[in-house]
């Protein structure tokens, strides 16, 4: 069986800001219908972290479930687990209309660290990144200069960006470029 | 001459100097100066030449207002032009050359012009170059191209050395200038607890008010300044930038900040300029006021300044422009500058006062000094040429007969203050007309106002036409706490400290000096220095019938320089409406646009230049295509293939051997790019019968079918191969143009119209990478690699699989887009590089061939497979094309269907899809026209068809062509003419699309 790779394979560029291209990730996309609990007690037991509220990430190690509309949900989790993962959820809501998928292959994901993370992702996506406005735990789906992206906040210093796989090496220049020592904007903690 | 004096200067150093050049003559200046005040310090008065006339040209002020100190700044890739001196810090190494002139800045020719002056007033390019036509284009543009302009273009080839970049801000409050009553205004705002970022656009805070006097709460201004600005950073709401311009204002309080990080240090690390883009819930501009020249002869002579500036340069850069410095003044303001030079020593022979009622304290305080004040004088004109020699001085009521002469080397002028209203403009705030002050002023009550009606901007201080220390410090903090209000905070009632200063007379609007000045005393009264436009040019405007100030703008240019009439608006509006008999207010200003001053293209680009010009999509198999010497197309923003030349191929003969080799043996494409949309639900079904013109719901699990997808206008959009997964689920192929649009067009149809239908759709296409192996071996290839039967029992045309081979986990689609034999192996995009590999590898012994787009184009209309974006282009339905056969019969409904059954798209005239085959075999050309008889109402050759697609062949070893040509199916074997570019036709025979393998056997296998 061969191996399978992530995207940049760990590329990895240190700045005011680190940047790293975080591997392989397992990723099960679901759809559905949220206000149910059937519904969302059995992602929440595929995912084994609670429910994200609006706009929010709900982590716990590599697993976790994230909130991407009012009607989908990303399941994260190591990534040889996502097919277990997603048949553990269909056989669950094998009588409720829903969607799952792994979808691990199709994005990639990048870890920002240091304590310039909210002034990297200021300079890319129109969100407000003050401490008081983003707090760990939260997640936006937005862009990030020209592509589309989500990220959230492990901890003030830390940050997990998720995009297309096939704009990897664009976000790697990208994170990059907004991480280039001396370009600290010193808003945020940087 | 100008210069340096021995002491003086609060923001240079004089411990540390600095090295520059203008022109190449080396100089020196002192941290803290501008290059404006470093030149001056040099005698360098002379710094540019303006854009008509080519007059010599000095500063006539010390800011973001300055039209003339322009000089091209910086070498090779940090080459810029049009920079204003006044608001370029000094650093070392800088190189500046100045402008507009030929052979020098000191001997120019274009100078001449201003001896033509009489026969170059307004409007005189319109009028002359009008006729006759045909020398616009060869004499007289080439002609003005030369002679006209100001800063040189960078180099072409140059390339910007610097990086810029973008950051998004979110505040409660932003407050637009750190002068005081910014500071002010911010104070009470942060105070509430309302987040605040306060911008200064200079690198200094307080303003003018250090340099105007008075104090502030028992302080001198710049000791007040330095305690607010402690205050203020030391609050954790407070975000405080300098070199930072508010630059505009626009809908729902988003506005922009121009952030110049480097350029007073163009070694320092990081990025040059960033642009703020920030979202206020309140705006307060806090922008000052900005002080007018008077109009009369000479004003535009090098040493004539404004009298704000002159004391600018003395107090702040310790710089002289004169020994002896005449001040003209409308009010009591310019008494400021004829007390400063006094004090430093210098010589006032005179102050020329407007007003027959004169000054107050500061008059009073300026004749106790012993300075002569004229009252109720004008100057009639200014003397000298390249520099002032002396004024002639005249009764400002009369028409200009000279009194008196006086020598001298330097004016000063005041015709008042103008509040500086453009951001509180820029997004619909209304003015009022100020006649006491003689300026425009911000409406009470007519703010621009937000998505609720509210209004989000207000101004402060001098901008609000407060123009006394105590008065526009009151209205600041008075602004800065309702701001804050508004934005939801509660602010204290808060009083600002006091302030004192000496009460000064009321000004006299002065719009030209003498206020009868003749003719000739006019067209020498400059209202827009860079664009030379003069008070007789705006009177002959109104006298031609420009009633519009917009209209007398362009006709005349005023205002339309790099400085956007900072300087001249209200001098030209003023003298447009005395000419026109009307009231200023009834005159009005010209429309104030974003930017404030120009900012860099650079800071609009951001990061997005060079690698993050665009971002680029790359396939799992990306790297390799780059490795093995790969000629891109780009695909939307995917980077496909077109071909792989070898050795000294060039891309025709790397096509053909492609083509040759998938049709002999075994070829590979990368398809990872094609959409592939996943829909899932009980109603999975049912939707797709409506998306797709033919039946889907029909199709047994395990199976493919081909289909067609039209807008609901009927215009093919999309076409694909769907996959039945099981019951519920469904895999849709998309074009790779169609993915995203596709998917989008799927949710808005499930989100406005059956968004009770229960069906969920994911565009799953980057998950895996899709790799097509085609031609008579691929079986062989497949066997070899092993794993998964894939004969043609197991896994017949039209079918798929999931399963493993060589170890990877696959899904193959038996379907074909090339007439060969051939699987699509579809993978996780993990997997993807490697099974390329693989199949490289073991199908070596068949030659396997990588082949790229324009292949997979050859070998498509080889068999007369349509492509979407060639035979379909927005206006072509399915039955154009002869694809009725994909056309359900049965089903009460589909996207497209109503409209395909409107009379103009059953038309029997509509083009439709044939073969084309020239009768030399030569290739037609795209997009070539088939020639009708007769000629259209335009006088054009009628046509009765179009190319659509047309190749070389390898496989028939000659040109191929589809196209829809009227009546087309219908005859079959006519010869008809094609349009070729070189003037020519080509006969063509109209025959089948379909060139090769007609029984599709070759795929069936």
């Given at each position: 069986m061969s191996e399978p790779v992530s995207a940049l394979r760990r590329a990895r560029y240190a700045g005011f800001v680190t940047v790293e291209e975080a591997g392989l990730q397992g990723m099960v996309q679901i759809r559905g219908d949220l206000s149910s609990d059937a519904f969302t007690s059995a992602v929440s037991d595929a995912a084994g972290v609670p429910m994200p509220g609006l706009r929010e990430a709900s982590l716990d190690g590599r697993n976790g479930l994230l909130w991407m509309s009012p009607d989908e949900l990303m399941l994260l989790c190591p990534y040889p687990e996502a097919d277990r993962a997603m048949a553990r959820l269909q056989a669950t809501l094998s009588d409720t209309h829903h969607l799952a998928l792994n979808v691990s292959d199709a994005r990639a994901m990048f870890t920002l660290q240091g304590n310039g993370v909210r002034d990297v992702l200021a300079k890319l996506a129109p969100v407000d990144m003050a401490p008081d406005a983003f707090r760990p735990g939260m997640l936006r789906r937005t862009r990030l200069a020209q592509v589309a992206a989500a990220f959230w906040l492990r901890s003030d210093t830390q940050a997990e960006v998720i995009c297309f796989r096939s704009v990897a090496p664009y976000m790697m220049e990208l994170l990059s470029t907004a991480a280039r020592p001396g370009s600290a904007v010193g808003l945020h903690g940087g | 001459m100008s210069m340096r004096l021995p002491t003086g200067g609060r923001l240079t150093d004089r411990s540390y100097r600095m090295e520059f050049t203008f022109n190449g003559k080396r100089m020196t200046g002192y941290a803290g100066d501008t290059l404006a005040s470093a030149l001056l310090a040099n005698d360098q008065l002379l710094m540019g030449r303006s854009f008509k006339y080519h007059r010599p040209r000095g500063p006539v002020?010390?800011?973001?207002?300055?039209?003339?100190?322009?000089v091209n700044l910086g070498?090779?890739?940090?080459f810029e032009p049009n920079q204003r001196a006044t608001t370029t810090e000094l650093f070392n190494g800088l190189t500046a050359t100045s402008q507009n002139h030929w052979p020098s800045l000191e001997a120019d020719i274009g100078a001449l012009n201003t001896h033509l002056s009489r026969v170059l007033p307004a409007g005189f390019y319109y009028k002359m170059f009008m006729y006759p036509r045909a020398f616009w284009k060869h004499v007289y543009e080439p002609f003005i191209r030369q002679s006209a302009g100001l800063g040189k273009a960078p180099d072409a080839e140059s390339r910007d050395a610097d990086s810029y970049e973008h950051f998004y801000h979110f505040t409660d409050v932003l407050v637009v200038g750190g002068g005081v009553a910014g500071l002010m205004a911010a104070k009470t705002a942060a105070q509430s607890g309302a987040k605040v970022l306060l911008l200064e656009q200079s690198a200094h805070w307080g303003g003018r008010a250090p340099v105007d006097g008075g104090t502030i709460g028992g302080q001198s201004p710049e000791d007040w300044t330095d305690a607010t600005l402690a205050e203020l950073q030391a609050m954790p709401n407070v975000t405080l930038r300098s070199?930072?311009?508010?630059?505009g204002v626009y809908d729902h309080g988003y506005a922009l900040g121009y952030e110049r990080l480097t350029d007073h240090a163009p070694e320092a690390p990081g990025p040059r300029h960033r642009l703020w883009r920030i979202r206020a819930k309140q705006i307060v501009t806090a922008t000052g006021a900005i002080e007018r020249p008077l109009s009369f002869a000479g004003n535009d002579i090098p040493g004539v300044m404004l009298a704000s500036a002159m004391r600018d340069y003395l107090v702040n850069w310790g710089v002289s422009i004169g020994d002896r410095t005449v001040v003209v003044t409308n009010?009591?303001?310019a008494y400021r500058t004829a007390i400063a030079l006094k004090k430093a020593g210098?010589?006032?022979?005179a102050i020329i006062d407007a007003r027959s009622y004169g000054g107050g304290a500061l008059m009073a305080e300026a004749r106790a000094m012993g300075i002569r004040v004229e009252q109720g004088r004008g100057v009639a004109k200014v003397l000298g040429g390249k520099r002032v020699t002396g004024v002639a001085v005249c009764n400002q009521l009369g028409e200009g007969a000279v009194l008196d002469e006086i020598a001298c080397d330097a004016v000063a002028m005041s015709g008042g203050w103008s509040p500086v209203v453009h951001l509180w403009s820029h997004c619909g705030g209304k003015l009022d007309w100020d006649e006491a002050g003689a300026f425009f002023r911000p409406r009470a009550g007519a703010a621009p106002t937000d998505a609720d009606g509210k209004p989000f901007v207000s101004v402060a201080g001098a901008a609000d036409g407060h123009m006394t220390l105590a008065g526009l410090l009151q209205d600041a903090a008075e602004t800065g706490a309702a701001a804050a209000t508004a934005a939801g905070f509660d602010a204290a009632q808060t009083v600002a400290p006091e302030a004192e200063e000496v009460a000064e007379k009321p000004l006299e609007p002065v719009w030209l000096m003498p206020q009868g000045a003749r003719y000739d005393l006019r067209m020498k009264a400059w209202l827009d220095y860079q664009n030379d436009v003069k008070v007789s040019d705006v009177q002959l405007a109104a006298r031609e019938g420009y009633e519009s100030v917009e209209h007398t703008k362009r006709y005349t240019t005023l205002g339309m320089a790099t400085d956007q009439g900072k300087l001249s608006n209200i001098n030209g509006l003023a003298t447009l409406s005395n000419a026109l008999g009307e009231s200023i207010p009834q005159v009005g200003t010209t429309t104030f646009r974003p930017p404030y001053t120009p900012i860099s293209m650079g800071a609009i680009a951001g990061e997005a230049h060079g690698a993050l010009f665009q971002p680029v999509r790359q396939t799992p198999i990306h790297a390799w295509h780059e490795e093995n010497g790969a000629h891109w197309e780009p695909v939307g923003q995917w980077r496909r293939p077109y071909c792989y030349p070898k050795g000294e191929e060039d891309h025709a003969q790397a096509v053909i051997r492609e083509v040759k080799a998938v049709r002999q043996s075994l070829g590979l494409l990368d398809a990872s790019t094609l959409g592939k949309i996943i829909v899932k639900g009980p109603d999975a079904g049912r939707f797709l019968d409506m998306l797709y013109t033919n039946m889907m719901s029909t199709l047994k699990p395990g199976k493919c079918r081909y289909g067609l997808m039209c807008s609901e206008n009927g215009f093919l959009i999309d076409d694909g191969v769907v996959a039945r997964i099981d019951e519920d689920t469904f895999l849709c192929h998309t074009t790779t143009g169609g993915a995203e649009s596709i998917h989008a067009h799927m949710e808005e149809w499930l989100q406005t119209e059956w968004w009770d239908w229960q069906v969920y759709t994911a565009n799953v296409t980057e998950q895996f990478a899709q790799i097509a192996v085609v031609g008579p071996k691929a079986r062989m290839l497949l066997e070899k690699l092993g794993g998964m039967n894939v004969s043609k029992e197991a896994l017949p045309f039209m079918a798929w699989k999931d399963g493993t081979l060589g170890g990877f986990p696959v899904r193959v689609y038996r379907i074909s887009f090339s007439g060969e034999l051939s699987y699509e192996i579809a993978t996780p995009a993990g997997h993807g590089r490697a099974l390329w590999d693989l199949l490289c590898a073991r199908g070596a012994e068949w030659n396997i061939t990588p082949y790229g787009t324009e292949a997979l184009h050859v070998l498509r209309a080889e068999k007369g497979f349509i492509m979407i974006g060639d035979e379909t282009d927005g206006t072509v339905i399915p039955q154009d094309l002869g694809l009725n056969w994909a056309i359900s019969k049965k089903k009460v409904d589909y996207l497209g269907k109503r409209a395909q059954a409107w009379p103009h798209m059953t038309d029997p005239a509509r083009w439709k899809l044939v073969g084309l085959l020239t009768e030399d075999s030569s290739v037609l050309p795209e997009g070539a026209y088939a020639v009708a008889d007769g000629t259209n109402a335009n006088g054009q050759r009628n046509t009765q068809g179009r190319v659509t697609s047309t190749y070389f062949s390898p496989t028939l070893g000659r040109g191929i062509a589809m196209g829809l040509v009227l009546n087309g199916p219908d005859r079959m074997g006519e010869v008809i003419e094609f349009t070729h570019i070189e003037g020519f036709t080509v006969p063509a025979r109209i025959v089948d699309p379909v060139f090769y393998d007609p029984e599709g056997e070759k795929q069936n296998v």
């Open positions: - | 002020a010390s800011g973001a207002e300055e039209p003339n100190a322009l070498k090779g890739d940090r070199r930072t311009m508010g630059a009010n009591d303001d210098l010589d006032v022979p």
